[in-house]
């Protein structure tokens, strides 16, 4: 079965600095995708980055990167330069290509303070 | 106009009443998706529906039924729900599950914030 751990319910960060958020998995495919969803107060989930298992390279995405340990199952998240708008609850979850499924992790929410 | 639209954003409801959620797409996907979300708990996947068919019952209590007309919209039909129903109900579309042109990414509306009293 897939399964998807964030083990920090919240953290915060300072404007323009670096937060990473952690995110582990476990899932006996090979064939599968990891993604980072933004959830902002009261607006919709929307897509940040997204990982293909097969891929070595680290997926970025302007100031979104992962780091993708494969044999660890961890996904983390790094935000650079942290913008007010980044404050939201970020949900890691992991697809597989095999059944469809979207699993997502317990989210982490996200406060950026100026 | 956003490509999922969720209605109604609100909802508050006797546990004897009967409701239903609306979900409609407009991004030309054939699959959709009933995602529950409760404070401090993963998103639990309910149904998902691909072409029409339900590919998928996450083990969904029987007051909750769930029905697909067509590919751009999906209904959630509520009745006789307990106050630990109470959740933000989100529907989700994609293009299809699996394959090739499916790339796990899910396309999500607002959601319906659900109060049963």
């Known amino acids: 079965a897939q399964t998807v751990t964030q083990s920090q319910p919240e953290m915060s960060v300072q404007e323009a600095e670096t937060v990473t958020l952690s995110c582990t998995y476990d899932?006996?495919?090979?064939?599968?995708?990891l993604f980072w969803y933004k959830q902002p107060p009261s607006r919709q989930m929307i897509l940040v980055i997204r990982q293909e298992a097969y891929k070595q390279q680290n997926a970025t995405e302007n100031r979104f990167s992962v780091n993708f340990q494969k044999a660890a199952k961890s996904f983390s998240l790094k935000i650079s330069d942290s913008q007010l708008g980044d404050t939201a609850m970020y949900f890691c979850a992991s697809h597989s290509g095999n059944t469809g499924k979207l699993i997502f992790g317990q989210g982490t929410t996200l406060q950026v303070k100026p | 106009e956003t490509g999922v639209t969720q209605t109604p954003r609100h909802l508050v409801m006797g546990m004897t009443n009967k409701k239903s959620l609306k979900c409609e797409q407009h991004?030309?996907?054939?699959?959709m998706y009933w995602y529950k979300q409760s404070a401090k708990k993963p998103l639990e996947l309910m149904f998902v529906y691909n072409f029409k068919e339900q590919t998928e019952n996450n083990s969904v209590p029987s007051r909750f039924s769930p029905e697909c007309p067509n590919s751009s919209h999906l209904f959630l039909h509520l009745h006789t729900l307990q106050p630990e129903d109470s959740a933000l109900y989100l529907c989700?579309?994609?293009?299809?599950?699996?394959?090739?042109?499916?790339?796990?990414?899910?396309?999500f509306g607002e959601g319906s914030r659900l109060t049963v009293l």
């Open positions: 899932t006996s495919e090979s064939n599968y995708y």
């Open positions: 991004l030309g996907h054939n699959a």
């Open positions: 989700a579309s994609s293009q299809g599950t699996s394959g090739r042109a499916h790339t796990g990414e899910l396309f």
